[in-house]
């Protein structure tokens, strides 16, 4: 690489880490300015002399119970959702990119409008359905059009992931003997691996961001995820939004998503960098 | 492209015609095995409602008096179709897709870039690049509001063309312009990610050889590394552009459709939810569904990939 090339790559570099983390200071600082400061006003990044609130913000949001049960059930069913949503996406988007059958392009056309559709034009509906199966208001309520929600994107993304893989190699497998679900399973899920991270990270995070679903099929904590449980969550004075405490409110609920980028994160690296995929 | 029934390989040797013909069938056997889970449960949770929706829209239907449900055929949409408010709706809809689609596409291609040729603190980057994607949109939206505010915000104050007491919700241009801010900076790390898996893809010896061929660093990159990401650009730009169609939480947050910055989906989620007009409601769904359906289309005719007949393409 040339000496330019490499300016530019640091510049960029810095550029990007100021991009993604500068916003995230903002609502940590935020977070640290004391409720009074606020409802007087205190422009500026950093909280102002005085104007500081230590912990106060956060053990204020940590001891109340509907925000701790909201991050319970965000984490519980975003995951259960990526899980099977990765797994039953994984199979279609095999067939969709390697194997020839009748009703593809149904798929494909399928899995395209409901990633089109309004989400706020299902929920009536929904509303009723759920109530009369008795998921209405539970965890199950909430799985369950997440995963229909995100298997689009799984498929879209696993099948243009799919399409690059060397499949000769499928092919040579099947040459000497191997069957179809062989060849699948012993040569292109390793293979694969890398794909399917990077569409559990994006169905994980599209499940944990929802927030038309998350207000209008849960009605009590039992199953409220965070979106929802922070838009109710205004305060005393609905005029004036307690901006500290709901950035208090953000931080805690971001936390999760820290750590779980940096468990998946090195399998991302791995898979899209290494030689394993490339032709 | 029609769908071909026929496995490719029977068509390269004719003499193992029947022998192919049965792994064809089995192949096909397999397929639509693999693709049933997905097919039930896509269609389990969206058939009924969507066709519940086509359905409510040609009654004057609330929610209110549901007792004086009454068919009224196509009024539902001849009256969102000849009121001013619904184009004022569709039209800056439409504006913050192009120009936040068009603003990410080119960040995010800028971030792969970099992410592709970085060589120190990767999993740092990459981690970063991983917050914005990962914080729901209610936090961006609350984030860059509090951020805009004249009475808590920064950003007044390190801007230095403008008055500390600038109220960015006052008028349309910064009302929106906030709005996309939060949307952009909320949305490029997806468009990045899946850039930067469509980059990973790009065969290092090609890249090598079109140096060697004297390929300036322009020539490279308009000639083999977008060629060979359009899949992944395609992926990129569809989501995308059909996300940024409906957006809802950010507005619903920094604005709630106050100055004109309205969406199709908001206007909709009015209609339903806060006046309880089921009917009318619905005729707006079936409309937003439409025109994204319309975009849909344009986007794959532009960028000319289908992913059923990539086999074949390839």
């Known amino acids: 690489m040339s000496t330019k090339n490499r300016i530019g790559v640091v510049i960029g570099a810095v550029l990007i880490l100021v991009w993604c983390l500068l916003p995230v200071a903002w609502i940590i600082s935020l977070s640290f300015k004391s409720q009074e400061a606020i409802t007087t006003g205190s422009p500026g990044f950093l909280p102002r002399d005085g104007g500081g609130a230590g912990w106060q913000n956060y053990s204020d949001v940590i001891a109340d119970d509907q925000f701790r049960r909201a991050i319970f059930n965000s984490i519980g069913i975003s995951l259960i959702a990526t899980l099977l949503s990765v797994i039953i996406a994984t199979l279609a988007a095999y067939a969709i990119a390697r194997l020839e059958f009748k009703g593809k392009k149904f798929v494909l056309t399928t899995a395209l409008i409901i990633a089109m559709f309004p989400v706020v034009a299902l929920v009536g509906p929904l509303f009723d359905m759920w109530r009369t199966f008795g998921i209405y208001d539970t965890w199950l309520g909430l799985i369950i059009p997440y995963m229909s929600f995100t298997l689009p994107l799984a498929i879209w993304t696993l099948s243009a992931f799919f399409r690059e893989i060397p499949w000769e190699m499928e092919q040579a497998a099947q040459v000497d003997g191997a069957t179809s679900w062989q060849a699948f399973r012993k040569v292109i899920v390793p293979l694969a691996a890398p794909g399917v991270f990077t569409a559990a990270i994006l169905t994980f995070f599209f499940a944990w961001n929802d927030f038309v679903f998350g207000i209008s099929l849960t009605s009590t904590e039992a199953a409220r995820p965070i979106p929802a449980a922070l838009s109710f969550f205004v305060g005393n004075d609905p005029f004036n939004r307690p901006a500290s405490l709901l950035a208090a409110g953000a931080v805690v609920s971001t936390i999760p998503i820290i750590v779980i980028v940096l468990l998946f994160q090195r399998k991302i690296v791995a898979g899209l960098t290494s030689g394993a995929v490339k032709g | ?314």
């Open chain 2, 1 to 314: 492209m029609t769908s071909t029934v026929v496995a490719p390989d029977s068509k390269k040797d004719r003499r193992k015609t029947a022998q192919m013909s049965d792994r064809s069938k089995a192949e096909e056997r397999l397929g639509q095995k693999l693709v049933l889970p997905a097919i039930a449960l896509m269609l389990l949770v969206t058939a009924f409602p969507m066709l519940r929706a086509i359905y409510l829209s040609v009654f004057n239907y609330s929610l209110t008096a549901p007792d004086d449900r009454e068919f009224v055929g196509a009024q539902n949409y001849i009256t969102a179709l000849t009121d001013p408010l619904f184009w004022e709706t569709t039209l800056n809809t439409v504006f913050i897709m192009v120009v936040t689609v068009a603003v990410e596409l080119v960040i995010g291609f800028i971030f792969a870039m970099v992410m592709h040729r970085v060589i120190f603190a990767r999993g740092v980057i990459r981690t970063s690049i991983l917050i914005p994607y990962g914080i729901i949109t209610v936090v961006s939206g609350f984030a860059w509001q509090f951020a805009f505010s004249n009475s808590n915000g920064f950003v007044n104050e390190w801007l230095p063309f403008l008055d500390n007491s600038f109220n960015w919700f006052g008028e349309y241009g910064s009302a929106i312009a906030a709005i996309m801010v939060s949307e952009i900076w909320k949305t490029t790390p997806f468009m990045s990610l899946l850039l930067l898996a469509g980059l990973a893809q790009v065969s290092e010896d090609m890249l090598e050889a079109a140096k060697v061929d004297g390929a300036t660093w322009w020539q490279r990159l308009w000639k083999v590394v977008l060629p060979n990401m359009r899949s992944a650009i395609m992926v990129a730009v569809l989501f995308r552009a059909l996300d940024a169609y409906r957006i809802f939480d950010n507005i619903f947050v920094m604005t709630a459709g106050a100055q004109g910055t309205e969406s199709v989906s908001f206007l909709t989620y009015r209609q339903v939810i806060e006046q309880f007009q089921l009917g009318i409601g619905s005729a707006l769904s079936v409309l937003l569904f439409l025109s994204v359906l319309v975009i849909a289309g344009l986007i794959v005719k532009i960028f000319r990939v289908d992913l059923a007949a990539a086999r074949q393409e390839g």
